[in-house]
């Protein structure tokens, strides 16, 4: 560990925490069962979004990415809704209603969602409207308001209506021949209350005029009809001012923007013959699901605001009346619409290590030895020159990978189809059902087999998390596998914003290893013999459970950090529980969900729990255990969740070169000594963010990690 972090290391840290041995009081057991030793995962979650929306008053963050923020919670809270809101009420809907281990029933538990989110909510519309939006005037960037848009905007504005809304827009009167047409989920509408009579002769009060999604929901207005600055407009705003235009010879009496969130999880049978047919039908069905959410402006009529939550049938628990647009997610088109790279964070170059950039071919650097590289601090790129090399190399014979996310136009699948077309034989495990890539995979999936890849779909109710490659290559008459193992996707847009580790070996027992997990993946059969892999859903929760029971048997010698992005598994749960009160010392890096209760008397006394939030997201997945002086690491696809350890293609991998051991707890080390960017779970659910102490310089872990990785050539 270096100085500079050794003489940070605060709270959470290994030099300067109280090293507390869990024993209960005199005669008293705890009972590891009991629901007050665990938080409910929903409002855990929305504990981790609220995180997120406090980066938009964080000041050290550039102002557009503080408004980022502020979308990002709006994009974080739709999948809440549409994901783990819709499942609750699905358990309600079809009695099916499940206790969690904090033994909330759904009822209770969408009563307390309810109420946190709306608080949550209320404050994120604060803080654009009284904050955000202000600092951006000062930066002269306006959001011009109807009631100030001189002469010439108005005529602007009209034009641009007639020319580009107009003929696209299709506004729906509501009578018994037009019901209430089925609106897709989360897309904009507006109420129109109304009074007269159509051309018919028909009277009507209300019609609904759906925002189609190809307009763009800001609009930017030209240089020439303003004073100086950036200037937009909403189209909110545009079409308020023109809904008279949509109805001719009718009076409009009000016009009211709302979003109908609905449920969006597929729900798939586990017997089916053709996964990509039913797939394709059900990804239909998700835009129609059952509505969960209805978001409507704050000054519509409550007879409108009960109109619609009648239609849906909702109640008013899931009404959230908002102080702005509907749909905060996309603000984001400001950046792309206003060049003001002062604004934001300045690029950087990932850096590529040494070994592989001195060599002729990547496989040259890695049969030296094993490569660990740290997106996105390092670049991504030798993982697709990796695919990309093997496609040309006459002497690979063979390429397999699993595909979870990889991004629309991806090199890596360019790299697969490539070395297909080359003759090589190529397989990919292409998993389907990656939550909102579905469709993406379906289309990646049939070019992969245009190509001449072979495509397999994975295993019918375990999801394929996993990341994995495997090259086959001759070399001096003899076969070497080449594997890379990751702990974040194959997608390089994500490698630049989100931290993971990729693996580059060809450790013959690993090799061997990932070659068994894709002939299980591929063929049919008894679970294989692996060597030094854990795999889930087979070894991998019982593996980590054996590592945590074998700390727990050195006491007040056991030391374990664990950084993940969840953890909800109760069998891991109290397991470290039981190593707490034996006087192991836990740190546990979690970014989002965590059920675990740290810092209880006798229960969790030594368990610290913080998550990091920054300019990146977070989602590395480490298990390091102090095996009595002799650190074991691995790294892992795998969160410490149910889905993951129990219900998926998993795999978590060892670190066994002393010096890229060294390097991950390094890493770790930092990211426990981080005064700013990290907030501590407390007994009670809340989080405090961690503040330099006085006289204390900031110590952001994302920063010095970028800083260190990037200067290393």
């Known amino acids: 560990?270096?100085?500079?972090?050794?003489?940070?290391?605060?709270?959470?840290?290994?030099?300067?925490?109280?090293?507390?041995?869990?024993?209960?009081?005199?005669?008293?057991?705890?009972?590891?069962?009991?629901?007050?030793?665990?938080?409910?995962?929903?409002?855990?979650?929305?504990?981790?979004?609220?995180?997120?929306?406090?980066?938009?008053?964080?000041?050290?963050?550039?102002?557009?990415?503080?408004?980022?923020?502020?979308?990002?919670?709006?994009?974080?809270?739709?999948?809440?809704?549409?994901?783990?809101?819709?499942?609750?009420?699905?358990?309600?809907?079809?009695?099916?209603?499940?206790?969690?281990?904090?033994?909330?029933?759904?009822?209770?538990?969408?009563?307390?969602?309810?109420?946190?989110?709306?608080?949550?909510?209320?404050?994120?519309?604060?803080?654009?409207?009284?904050?955000?939006?202000?600092?951006?005037?000062?930066?002269?960037?306006?959001?011009?308001?109807?009631?100030?848009?001189?002469?010439?905007?108005?005529?602007?504005?009209?034009?641009?209506?007639?020319?580009?809304?107009?003929?696209?827009?299709?506004?729906?009167?509501?009578?018994?021949?037009?019901?209430?047409?089925?609106?897709?989920?989360?897309?904009?509408?507006?109420?129109?209350?109304?009074?007269?009579?159509?051309?018919?002769?028909?009277?009507?009060?209300?019609?609904?005029?759906?925002?189609?999604?190809?307009?763009?929901?800001?609009?930017?207005?030209?240089?020439?009809?303003?004073?100086?600055?950036?200037?937009?407009?909403?189209?909110?705003?545009?079409?308020?001012?023109?809904?008279?235009?949509?109805?001719?010879?009718?009076?409009?009496?009000?016009?009211?923007?709302?979003?109908?969130?609905?449920?969006?999880?597929?729900?798939?049978?586990?017997?089916?013959?053709?996964?990509?047919?039913?797939?394709?039908?059900?990804?239909?069905?998700?835009?129609?699901?059952?509505?969960?959410?209805?978001?409507?402006?704050?000054?519509?009529?409550?007879?409108?605001?009960?109109?619609?939550?009648?239609?849906?049938?909702?109640?008013?628990?899931?009404?959230?009346?908002?102080?702005?647009?509907?749909?905060?997610?996309?603000?984001?088109?400001?950046?792309?619409?206003?060049?003001?790279p002062d604004l934001t964070y300045a690029g950087f170059s990932p850096s590529i290590p040494r070994s592989i950039r001195s060599k002729e071919t990547i496989f040259d650097a890695i049969r030296k030895r094993p490569i660990l590289l740290h997106h996105p601090f390092q670049n991504f790129s030798p993982v697709v020159d990796l695919l990309r090399q093997a496609a040309k190399d006459p002497q690979v014979l063979a390429i397999r990978q699993t595909l979870y996310r990889t991004g629309a136009d991806s090199e890596i699948v360019e790299a697969l189809a490539d070395a297909a077309r080359r003759g090589k034989e190529v397989t990919a495990v292409v998993e389907l059902r990656a939550r909102f890539s579905e469709a993406e995979n379906l289309e990646l999936a049939s070019r992969l087999q245009e190509a001449g890849v072979i495509v397999v779909y994975g295993v019918v109710g375990y999801k394929t998390h996993a990341k994995m490659i495997l090259i086959v290559r001759r070399e001096e008459g003899r076969l070497r596998r080449y594997v890379h193992l990751g702990t974040g996707n194959y997608h390089a847009g994500n490698a630049r914003l989100y931290t993971d580790y990729s693996f580059l070996t060809c450790d013959e027992s690993i090799g061997d290893d990932v070659n068994k997990l894709f002939q299980q993946l591929t063929g049919m059969g008894k679970a294989l013999k692996i060597k030094k892999l854990f795999h889930a859903p087979f070894t991998l929760l019982t593996r980590l459970l054996g590592l945590v029971e074998r700390e727990t048997t050195l006491g007040r010698k056991g030391r374990i950090i664990i950084k993940i992005n969840g953890l909800t598994e109760i069998q891991l749960i109290k397991a470290l529980y039981r190593a707490s009160q034996a006087g192991v010392q836990i740190d546990l890096i979690v970014r989002g969900i965590c059920s675990l209760k740290p810092g209880v008397p006798g229960l969790s006394d030594n368990i610290r729990v913080r998550s990091v939030v920054g300019r990146f997201l977070e989602h590395t997945r480490i298990y390091c255990f102090g095996n009595n002086g002799k650190p074991e690491v691995y790294c892992s696809s795998a969160d410490g969740m149910?889905?993951?350890?129990?219900?998926?293609?998993?795999?978590?991998?060892?670190?066994?070169?002393?010096?890229?051991?060294?390097?991950?707890?390094?890493?770790?080390?930092?990211?426990?000594?981080?005064?700013?960017?990290?907030?501590?779970?407390?007994?009670?659910?809340?989080?405090?963010?961690?503040?330099?102490?006085?006289?204390?310089?900031?110590?952001?872990?994302?920063?010095?990690?970028?800083?260190?990785?990037?200067?290393?050539?």
């Open 1 to 340: 560990m270096t100085t500079e972090i050794t003489s940070k290391l605060k709270a959470g840290g290994e030099q300067s925490v109280p090293v507390p041995v869990g024993v209960p009081p005199a005669g008293e057991v705890i009972n590891l069962d009991a629901s007050e030793n665990y938080f409910n995962r929903e409002l855990s979650q929305l504990q981790f979004n609220y995180r997120v929306l406090k980066q938009a008053l964080d000041t050290t963050h550039p102002l557009f990415n503080r408004l980022i923020f502020c979308c990002i919670f709006s994009s974080n809270m739709d999948e809440f809704f549409e994901i783990r809101v819709a499942g609750l009420r699905q358990q309600m809907k079809y009695g099916r209603e499940a206790v969690g281990a904090d033994g909330m029933i759904p009822e209770q538990a969408l009563s307390e969602i309810s109420r946190v989110a709306h608080e949550y909510i209320n404050e994120q519309y604060d803080i654009l409207n009284n904050v955000l939006i202000p600092e951006l005037e000062k930066e002269n960037i306006h959001f011009v308001r109807r009631r100030e848009w001189t002469p010439e905007q108005t005529e602007w504005v009209r034009n641009y209506f007639e020319e580009e809304i107009l003929p696209v827009v299709s506004p729906i009167g509501l009578d018994p021949s037009h019901p209430f047409p089925r609106l897709v989920n989360k897309s904009l509408n507006f109420i129109v209350e109304l009074d007269g009579k159509d051309a018919f002769g028909r009277e009507t009060g209300m019609a609904i005029v759906p925002a189609p999604r190809s307009l763009p929901r800001l609009v930017r207005l030209p240089d020439e009809i303003c004073k100086g600055g950036e200037n937009l407009v909403f189209l909110s705003s545009i079409i308020h001012a023109h809904a008279d235009e949509l109805f001719p010879g009718m009076e409009v009496k009000g016009c009211y923007q709302f979003r109908l969130t609905r449920n969006a999880d597929l729900e798939l049978e586990d017997d089916l013959e053709d996964l990509a047919s039913a797939l394709r039908g059900e990804l239909l069905s998700r835009r129609f699901g059952d509505g969960v959410r209805l978001e409507v402006a704050d000054n519509c009529p409550q007879e409108l605001v009960q109109f619609l939550l009648t239609e849906f049938g909702l109640g008013a628990r899931d009404l959230y009346q908002v102080n702005g647009p509907v749909n905060l997610t996309r603000l984001m088109a400001v950046t792309s619409l206003v060049d003001r």
């Open 642 to 713: 149910e889905r993951n350890l129990l219900n998926r293609v998993e795999t978590a991998f060892p670190i066994e070169d002393p010096e890229l051991i060294a390097r991950v707890r390094e890493d770790l080390d930092t990211y426990l000594a981080d005064n700013c960017q990290s907030w501590v779970l407390q007994p009670d659910g809340s989080y405090i963010q961690n503040q330099p102490a006085e006289g204390e310089e900031r110590f952001a872990a994302q920063l010095v990690l970028l800083e260190r990785l990037t200067g290393k050539s």
